[in-house]
């Protein structure tokens, strides 16, 4: 199971305006240059999470991105969706119509079963828990390096 890069980086620049304290708009240009991100594949994602409803934008000199609802409401399953890259392992988890062998096949039945323990996964892992867990990261990869 490979996830695509526009998750991860959803799921970075998620996490980049969930830790904007401040709760006041940031700036896309500031979020993919903190996390490494071309502004133009950011912008797409970022239209992709607004249209889910996971961020709001505002416009103007002092627009930019919020989260739309609190992080702790907001879990990587709807980060997942939002992109377009649900954790599905085969295609016939998804689509009934994929395979005619779906009610006979064992194999189905296993990859399912897998599906569904990193669906979990996804949905129990929320945006304020990687927030905290990313400023704890900092806080340690700070004190290393002193």
């Known amino acids: 199971m490979k996830l695509?890069?526009?998750?991860?980086?959803?799921?970075?620049?998620?996490?980049?305006?969930?830790?904007?304290?401040?709760?006041?708009?940031?700036?896309?240009?500031?979020?993919?240059?903190?996390?490494?991100?071309?502004?133009?594949?950011?912008d797409k994602i970022l239209l992709d999470l607004k249209k889910a409803g996971l961020v709001n934008s505002t416009r103007g000199y002092k627009g930019g991105y919020t989260l739309a609802r609190p992080s702790s409401e907001i879990n990587v399953y709807d980060i997942a969706k939002a992109v377009g890259d649900t954790p599905t392992l085969v295609d016939c988890i998804e689509s009934k119509s994929?395979?005619?062998r779906r009610e006979l096949c064992v194999t189905f039945d296993?990859?399912?079963?897998?599906?569904?323990?990193?669906?979990?996964?996804?949905e129990n892992k929320t945006l304020e828990m990687l927030v905290i867990e990313s400023k704890e990261k900092e806080a340690n990869y700070q004190l290393f390096y002193i």
Do not use: H
């Not at 890069?5 to 830790?19: C, D, F, S, W």
């Not at 296993?110 to 996804?122: A, L, P, T």
């Open 110 to 122: 296993f990859w399912e079963e897998v599906s569904n323990v990193i669906r979990r996964m996804f």
């Open 4 to 42: 695509s890069t526009n998750l991860r980086y959803g799921l970075r620049a998620m996490i980049e305006i969930a830790m904007n304290e401040e709760d006041k708009p940031i700036v896309v240009q500031s979020i993919a240059e903190k996390q490494l991100i071309s502004r133009k594949y950011l």
């Open 98 to 100: 994929y395979c005619s």
